[in-house]
């Protein structure tokens, strides 16, 4: 079992930043790829970005140039630095970790764009 924990979500005016934080407890499995999905009301739930165990990374076109993923594996954790923020970015933004055998989410954090 694997428990992820998001953190820094908020409200931020358009062209604004925020850095998005997940941190996940120790497994006895190994963690291979981490990465955010998001969630708008009424739709359904997409691919932001991943980062893999290779060091490779992935972004939805939608957030390529704005969103920056990063990982700390010693700390088994993943940040999302997003910027120049815009109103259609507004959603729950959930972490994710594959595992060998599964992949755990956490629980999301709300982002919202709004002047």
């Known amino acids: 079992q694997v428990q992820l924990v998001e953190s820094g979500g908020g409200l931020v005016q358009p062209g604004g930043s925020l850095r998005l934080s997940c941190a996940a407890s120790r497994s006895s499995f190994t963690i291979n790829a981490m990465g955010w999905y998001r969630q708008a009301p009424g739709k359904q739930r997409e691919f932001v970005a991943t980062f893999t165990n290779r060091g490779i990374t992935n972004y939805a076109d939608s957030v390529k140039g704005r969103f920056t993923i990063s990982r700390d594996n010693a700390q088994n954790a993943v940040y999302l630095q997003m910027n120049s923020l815009r109103p259609e970015d507004t959603a729950v933004y959930y972490c994710?970790?594959?595992?060998?055998?599964?992949?755990?989410w956490g629980q999301g954090t709300q982002v919202t764009v709004s002047s």
């Open positions: 994710y970790t594959d595992t060998t055998f599964q992949r755990y």
